[in-house]
């Protein structure tokens, strides 16, 4: 074994071992081995062995999936052999160069039929049990093609930009792309990403399917790569971003009257799946009292009173936290029934409110386009966020109108979708609320002064599952899916609710409420100001100082 090789075949051993220790989730590392070949592309699994096409030596492999041994090989008929799929009987092989699709003998590699591809630059093939999947570079889609003649059955765009391999496992395609590193699991019917995962090399090629794992060949490691699809585990959790975030609410009193009384309402972050605090949060001044809102949403309460003209009245709270990238696996037949939702949750988060108007016959005609005879929780979900973002534009301006408003109006921001998600999704049975966060905004010292919210909806064997209606209007599949069951590294949630707070009212991370005695001319701003946090070996966190110029106290003289 080369030089290359075993260096690779080091590192895949020490992804065994940590996907045994940890518990293997979809996408993981069973277990894997050198690929016959060294240009090695397209792969289809027969019931016994996997067979595996190589550019290189211009032969197809049929591989032991148990010991990667060459069972036996066959001449390709083609050169420039870039998919495989086999059909109960024979395989089929893409010729990349020629743009057709062969049909081969497994015994001796005899062509007996042979199909126009329906596209320029074919790479990727699967066998659904009855037609043909076809992914070509050219328009970048993925097609279904009859066996018989070649004709297009049905047409949708690829999940990314450059699909290499394909897969069928009964019910969903599985796409490799081998630009983005990633593998995707497609519905068949819509074209939809439900599931995404990072490849196990960085040149994901060939998919092949065996009843219960799938596997991948990577063209630049040079290797064969078992790897589990379970769904045991709703989600799993990647680069970890350890922050320290510093969360100001200011009021500033121009008077010439006088602040009578200020009440200050900061939401305090808990963990969550996408979060872990590295301590209790740390507050300056000392709230006056912790408190608990309807939701179970933690706040903490200041109160300032009588505050003359010029002063600054400044309350902060200090968090640090590991944020991960956090993906949910979400298989929708193993979603359960929207009757399957417990009733405490049914009877919190199908209620109306105010800027939810659930209805309004805006909200109730959404229902009946998005939603229809639908009554899988999951699809339901994707066919409301698809309905809102074929119908919706990100505008961020002044105020939060009610959902039927903003889905009349065709724009909104990141609350105003939110809202609107909420409203379609309550008025169909779907328990749905909001999360509200503080985000790094690009470097890891960043200022945060717009925040973001989203929505979680709640599916029946998951849990709650976030979904941000206002990401998802990207025309790419892949784009749109980052947006339901994922949450980036970049977010600290301190916020979660069903709607108006008797602390938070509509608004999430903070509240500023006062009385004047007098005419007053005020100011509010609530700001995150986040830092990289190196933490010390001997320490569990770093030490927090008071925010600059604060001290003890929370009034500030100019």
Known sequence: MSMKRLTRWTLVLGWLVSAAAAGAVTGDVVRGFPAPGTCSTGMAWDGKHL?????????????????????????????????????????????????????????????????ESPAGKPTGLAWDGQYLWLACKAGNQLHQVSPLDGTTI??????????????????YLWVADRVSDRIYMVSPKTGDVILIFDAPAPYADGLAWDGKHLWNVDFQSDSLYCLAVNDGAPYARKSPRTQAVE??????????????????????????????????????????????DQWGQKVAHFRLENQPAGSILKVAMTAEARLWDTRWFIFPEKVGKLEEIPGEIREKYLVDDEKFDLNHPAI?????????EEKNPYWMMRKIFRHINDRMEYELSGGWNTAPTVLQRGTGSCSEYTFVFLAVCRAAGLP??????????????????????????????YGWVPVDPS??????????????????????????G?????????????????????????????????????????????QVDPPEGQGNGAVFEP
């Open 498 to 542: 069903g709607g108006n707070s008797q602390y938070l009212s509509w608004n999430y991370n903070g509240e500023t409420r006062w009385t004047t005695r007098g005419e007053c001319k005020l100011y509010t701003e609530h700001m995150g100001e986040w830092r990289p946090l190196v933490l010390a070996p001997e320490t569990e966190h770093a």
């Open 154 to 171: 049905r047409s949708f765009r690829a999940p990314a930009k450059s699909s290499q391999g394909l897969a069928w496992d009964g019910r």
């Open 432 to 461: 749905a609320r909001y999360a509200g966060s503080i985000t790094v905004r690009g470097d890891d010292a960043s200022l945060d002064d717009v925040f973001h919210r989203w929505a979680e909806v709640y599916l029946p064997g």
């Open 364 to 372: 109730q005609k959404a229902v009946k386009e998005a939603v229809g």
């Open 51 to 115: 067979w595996v096409a190589d550019l290189k030596t211009d032969t197809i492999y049929a591989v032991d999936p148990a010991s990667g041994t060459v069972a036996r090989r066959i001449p390709s008929p083609t050169y420039r052999a870039v998919g495989l799929a086999w059909d109960g009987s024979h395989l089929w092989v893409v010729c990349g160069e020629e743009e057709k699709i062969l049909r081969l003998d497994p015994e001796d590699g005899t062509v007996t039929a042979t199909l």
């Open 247 to 292: 969360f100001t609410s200011e009021l500033r009193n121009y008077g010439p009257g006088t602040v009578k009384s200020a009440d200050f309402y900061l939401a305090i972050p808990t963990d969550l799946p996408n979060q872990e605090l590295l301590g209790e949060p740390q507050f300056y001044p000392a709230p006056t009292a912790i408190l608990t």
């Open 471 to 496: 990401g998802g209007d990207s025309p790419s599949p892949e784009d749109q899916a980052q947006f339901v069951g994922h949450l980036a590294n970049r977010y600290l949630i301190t916020t979660v």
